[in-house]
């Protein structure tokens, strides 16, 4: 079954339209993203890699039968900004979750450059959350902005080298949550050539598979099944 679909209801044999009832229009598929800060990834690395990006993106969201899927990300430098890029240029609308109110975001940003690209990116989110509250430690704050993006997420994008968090909010924090929450992750090396992984978390710990059409499809129906 699709993720948009009517709700179609069978008297004595003949298809008739359910009564006329108000409902919630049906929830697209929710894509969340992380990944490493420029400090551990650079832009040409990012580069390399896209051609690794683009055809998981893509099948997601073919594949979903939505007409505007939805990714959701922190818009920190580095990874979450390439990959919001690369959604919104193969069709998904940005949810920009950011960890404090916009314009204090933007100041601790590195450059002129930065700063513009970033507001060029909230100009083309659809939907933007500012995370209020005390600013406190920055790793805080960052781990609280991946915890509420996980909130919306039906599954995890990863652009991650797979060693720990230097410090806490990392990718390895958000990727760890998502197993705790058994929210399916796509971990995409920060390696050229290198295929996409899916890790499953299941009961008995998580499952390592490679990540070819056959299976993004189960994780799409696992994600159908789950919303029921």
């Not at 930065?114 to 960052?142: C, N, Q």
């Amino acid at each position: 079954m699709p993720f948009c679909s009517n709700d179609v209801r069978e008297l004595e044999g003949i298809a008739t339209p359910a009564p006329c009832h108000p409902r919630p229009p049906a929830r697209g598929l929710h894509v969340g993203v992380t990944g490493h800060r420029l400090n551990r990834i650079s832009q040409h690395q990012l580069d390399q890699i896209t051609p690794q990006i683009e055809p998981v993106l893509a099948h997601l969201a073919s594949a979903s039968r939505c007409i505007e899927p939805v990714l959701l990300s922190n818009l920190a430098e580095g990874s979450d900004r390439h990959l919001a890029w690369l959604g919104l240029q193969i069709g998904y609308t940005l949810h920009a979750v950011l960890p404090r109110p916009r314009d204090d975001y933007a100041r601790g940003f590195s450059s002129a450059a930065s700063r513009r690209e970033y507001r060029a990116l909230l100009a083309d989110a659809a939907r933007i959350t500012e995370l209020r509250g005390p600013l406190g430690v920055a790793g805080r704050t960052y781990l609280r902005a991946g915890h509420a993006l996980l909130d919306q997420a039906d599954l995890l994008l990863a652009l991650w080298d797979g060693a720990p968090s230097r410090g806490t909010g990392g990718t390895a924090d958000v990727v760890d949550e998502a197993f705790r929450r058994r929210i399916p992750v796509l971990h995409l090396s920060t390696r050229p050539r290198q295929r996409p992984r899916l890790l499953w978390p299941r009961a008995g710990g998580t499952v390592e598979q490679c990540c070819d059409r056959r299976r993004l499809d189960a994780v799409l129906a696992h994600v159908r099944d789950t919303r029921r």
